[in-house]
């Protein structure tokens, strides 16, 4: 079946603008997850949906940051006023409902490299 | 919040052995996970341990002891496409929600 999928695969935009990213998960799967990882660093948490849950937005780095999921599937992440340092690979992740001590294990997209000018 | 601690690189030679460890402090441990990436690529899902032990399967093998915190992965039979990152990742539970939160990686390098 098809995996997690992200558009665009590349943006550059100038400091300032607004941007949005897309993440469409793989069908079924309720928890949805936002990283970004910037060069040679880790993962860093940003945001996530769990079904109808509210958001988990403990990892936005700041008030410019926000995301939402429709209907329970495609989420859009958007970086209002970017500035240079939020240049990164900006990856989504889906699993299925995460309880008890079972895996759950994240499947990834193949993420969004932004460049702020 | 986690404190996950792993080799920032190692190299290895092709048909040997590597042992990349992972230390990791959480109030609410649920479980750790081994990922590997690949330059340019998207983290894909390599092993699962939640209870104490080891869990083998083919050439990879992860450890778990929770009351020490620790966590290997074992790496058999290198092979010159196992170069990659290799991530630590804890989920904790603590907080209500079940986030991943993942190491800096470990960049491995595997010679001829």
């Known amino acids: 079946g098809a995996g997690v999928s992200q558009s665009p695969s590349n943006k550059v935009t100038e400091k300032g603008k607004d941007v949005e990213l897309r993440c469409d998960p793989i069908s079924g799967h309720t928890a949805l997850y936002w990283y970004r990882q910037s060069l040679g660093q880790g993962l860093e948490f940003l945001i996530y949906?769990?079904?109808?849950?509210?958001?988990?937005k403990s990892g936005l780095p700041s008030d410019r940051f926000s995301a939402e999921r429709t209907g329970g599937s495609v989420s859009t992440l958007t970086i209002q006023r970017t500035q240079q340092e939020d240049s990164a690979v900006y990856l989504c992740a889906s699993s299925t409902t995460p309880a008890g001590t079972g895996a759950y294990e994240q499947y990834f997209g193949p993420g969004t490299r932004l460049t702020v000018t | 919040g986690q404190n996950i601690d792993q080799p920032t690189e190692m190299t290895a030679t092709e048909g040997a052995i590597v042992q990349i460890n992972c230390t990791y402090q959480t109030s609410g441990f649920n479980g750790l996970f081994w990922y590997q990436q690949h330059a340019g690529e998207a983290p894909t899902f390599l092993s699962y341990n939640v209870l104490d032990g080891l869990e083998e399967k083919g050439r990879f093998s992860s450890f778990l002891s929770r009351s020490k915190g620790y966590s290997y992965l074992l790496l058999k039979e290198l092979q010159m496409k196992d170069s990659a990152s290799y991530l630590c990742a804890v989920r904790d539970h603590s907080g209500g929600s079940y986030i991943p939160t993942f190491g800096r990686g470990t960049s491995l390098i595997v010679h001829p």
């Open positions: 949906f769990q079904g109808n849950s509210a958001p988990d």
